[in-house]
């Protein structure tokens, strides 16, 4: 149950294979089937045909179980603005996508480029756009998109910052286009992890230059482009560009062309956002049937996540993992007939965790926090099995926060470590560290003759407040008096940012492939605020209380590694370096994990078809946008 | 009369003003802003750009004194009825709330008017015959809705609906109808729906309404004037509707100023667990997501209801009641 694919030198291999295939598979099927209703224009001449929308080798999908049919909707819902990747995970218009083929066999394949190539050092990255490529409102995709996308969206002066993930340091990657069809993006250094971020991250690598020109100041007059302002009620031209732009966003403008599978008619703020089939989409089944099969995806607004609920039971959802708590589980299967749905369980990668800040203001617990023996006594003072029976209805397993087994990287000792339960020993080790006095309730005193408490701040709901409660009653019982302090999202961020938390709350995540996002191991991430000061010292962001972690600490030695793996001359060597930062956790783990591997709950309509059972869910690996959804169908 | 009217409309200017700066510094007072919000979600979904946020702190303003903020959003609204831009949904604040502050009207002034028919007549029924077993009945009723909270009934009331019916009940639309433009189907669409939020929304208010009634109506009916009506030899019925429960309305018609903004605030967790497209929740993800010139307008336009609400009921107090005079001076 390895990601291996992902990083192994196949995954190159694959990605030319795989065109190969395409190029074979075209030549079976030289005619294509498409949705009626579409058929229905071509005949009626307001749509060309289907072999004239389709690029000359389409990318073919293989269908997880049945070829389907055409026809449908997918209901779905959504809880605002706030909540807009939900809807775009769902079709995202990425150039390289992952895919999942079977549980926990991870790879990525080309998706608008037919292939893509590495060349030795990992230094120079050439894509190759499928030819006769076509965007959603029918204007071919050439490379001339991708040098508009990097000259003019993203950059200085432009309505994007350049990408991080097209950066070394300060020095820029450079595009070029070798034709019309082929280009080259080139780093100055190794980028091993390139195309695997790439396939992760919102760098989208091309834009229709056709539309947007327009809303540009590099092409449009002054006059044009506050008459567009004006047209779509913005203050400005730059309100029109950006994530949520008026003009840019496939999310909010239905008129912008985009490479999704349905593009949106009904936008936000409805009461109903509406996406319909994009008749251009570049893919195929194994049939030759133009993908997607379903012919809209509805997201109805809801507030309160029990009304959400409701409708699970009213079988008013067709397909959602989004918004559905394990907590409800119990509640989900009891309706499954009268909703005519199935719960269905993918895996997560998740480990909810508590965070010591070993950089606390509070000096005396910030010693305490960086001596391991302490760390020890917490971690082995929690009895997990009782918290995962109590509070995750016996669904996640209990132990040390780290990448769970499935992921890329993954050390089993890490995930094992202090995760048994042992109160005397836990006390032994406290006692040890002299911390034997006690105060009239009895609990333990600090070295300074203040009881010993610990403030866990959290910014989280319902169930893990029960878990934290149960952590509370389990630590008062080696003397560790605990206060909760439950704060909304933003301001917990605040506190963290102002290293004013003594000891946080917060998943540890992103664990399907950690090189790609190693904040928790380099305590540089808000969530996993483990050493707060020393974090903002590799951070260099300015704060005033960022202060270097004491000669010989790991995280110098973590930082190092990190910063090799991510210029690594291959994959491999920048694996072994992940597999070495994880060693080093592995010693003396610096946080305190509970359980983790909690199933994800999909609800899943009985009508729904082609939804794969038993897969890793991870938001690296783009949630559920990990199966080609254009595959899926609704039978009726 | 009308001189008085204009008087109080004129007073409405300071008391707006005042209320404006209020609730622009209400929203402002949780540390951050719309944009820590919006880190806070890249964040979670592991896109965050430091850049992207500067630049778009930079385009909204936010880098700029409270005053300024305000008096920019003030200056827009007197010099263009621009009520400001929603940060969150990305369109100017008057496109987003017309059909959520309509709906809101609507919904309020209906379950207004629904409280008024029902429990008049049973508060009046159960004065004129106290302790019988009507009144007992509408008393017990009347303490059950009292004490019931408003989201507990809802959500009572949709797990009844939904278990023995199937039926959903949420919202104000069916899914069919959410997107479809005003016709006569979406009406009738609409009442269908209708039905759960008054009564969540109205028991409570009809309870304490039946209670009032109920002790006003008896007080009155113990005056010498009555016994004069009754002398007179008018039908009984006359002798009360037009004696007796004219003056009990008085309280009625003086706290329709207050009930107004209580509907509303009463509407917001309810309209949340019913899933109503009304402007409570729209004010709460507002709040919570720092959108301040959405939360602004909501608070602004809720206190142009309420003033218009009290002046309505003064108007109406004067109509009822001749004993009570404007102070002229």
Known sequence: MRITSLFSPSGVGMAVGLSALLLSSTAWSQTYSEAPELAEMVAAGSLPPVEERLPLEPRVVTPYNEIGTYGGTWRRAFKGPSDDRGPQKLMEPRIVRFVQTAPGEFGIEPAWASSYEINETSTEFTFHIREGLKWSDGHPVTTEDVLFYFEDVVGDDNPWPWPSLLKQGDERAVVMAVNAYTFTVSFSQPSPLFVTRLAREYVWMAKPAHYLKQFHPAYASAEELAAAAAEFEVAGWEDLWGRRGKAESYWVNPDVPTLSAWTITTPPPADQVVFERNPYFYAVDTEGNQLPYIDAITHDLFQDTETLNLWVAQGRIDLQQRHMGVGNFPFFKENEAAGDYEVKIWSGLEVDTLWPNQTTSDVVMAELFQQADFRQAINIAIDRDTINEIVFAGLATPMQAGPPEGSAIYNEELIGKWSEYDPEAANALLDGMGLTERDGDGYRLRPDGKTLEIVITSALFASDIDMLELVSEFWSDIGIKTSLDVVERTLYLDRVNANEVMMGHWPMGRAAFFLIDPGAYAATLADNSWATAWGEYHLDRGKDFAVAPPEGHILHDVWAKLDAASTAASQEEAIALGEEVLAIHAAEPNWVGVVGAAPNLFIRSNRVGNFPEGFIRDDITRDIGIIPTEQLYIKE | ?329
């Open chain 2, 1 to 329: 009369m009308t001189g008085y009217i204009i008087r109080r409309i004129l007073w409405f200017i300071p008391t707006l003003f005042a209320v404006s700066i209020v609730s622009f510094a209400i929203i402002q007072l949780p540390p951050g802003d719309y944009l820590t919000v919006l880190e806070a979600q890249m964040g979670a979904e592991g896109d965050y750009s430091p850049e992207v946020v500067e630049r778009l702190r930079e385009r909204f303003g936010f880098d700029q004194p409270f005053l300024v903020q305000y008096g920019k959003w003030m200056w827009a609204m007197l010099a263009h009825g621009d009520l400001g831009y929603s940060f969150e949904w990305r369109v100017p604040v008057s496109s987003l709330i017309g059909e959520y502050m309509a709906l809101t009207v609507a919904v309020t002034a209906a379950t207004l008017i629904a409280t008024w028919i029902v429990a008049l007549p049973i508060g009046i029924y159960s004065a004129v015959r106290p302790y019988s077993v009507f009144d007992y009945v509408a008393t017990v009723f009347g303490f059950i809705g009292k004490a019931t909270p408003n989201f507990l009934l809802a959500l009572i009331l949709m797990w009844l609906a939904f278990v023995y019916w199937g039926a959903d009940v949420s919202g104000l639309f069916s899914p069919e109808y959410k997107n479809a433009p005003w016709t006569w189907d979406k009406i009738v669409d609409l009442f269908k729906h209708l039905w759960l939020p008054l009564i969540v929304l109205g028991t409570s208010g009809a309870a304490s309404l039946i209670r009032q009634m109920r002790a006003n109506v008896l007080d009155e009916l113990q005056k010498p004037y009555v016994e004069a009506a009754r002398a007179q030899g008018l039908p009984e019925w006359r002798v009360i509707l037009r004696y007796p429960v004219r003056v009990a309305l008085n309280p009625f018609l003086s706290t329709i100023g207050t009930t107004i903004p209580e509907l509303f605030s009463g509407a917001v967790t309810t309209a949340i667990v019913l899933n109503l497209p009304m402007a409570g929740p729209m004010l709460l993800r507002a709040l919570t997501s720092q959108d301040m010139y959405l939360a602004g307008s909501f608070i602004f336009l809720l206190s142009v209801f309420t003033l218009i609400g009290t002046l309505i009921s003064d108007i109406l107090l004067t109509i009822v009641d001749p004993r009570i005079q404007f102070d002229e001076a």
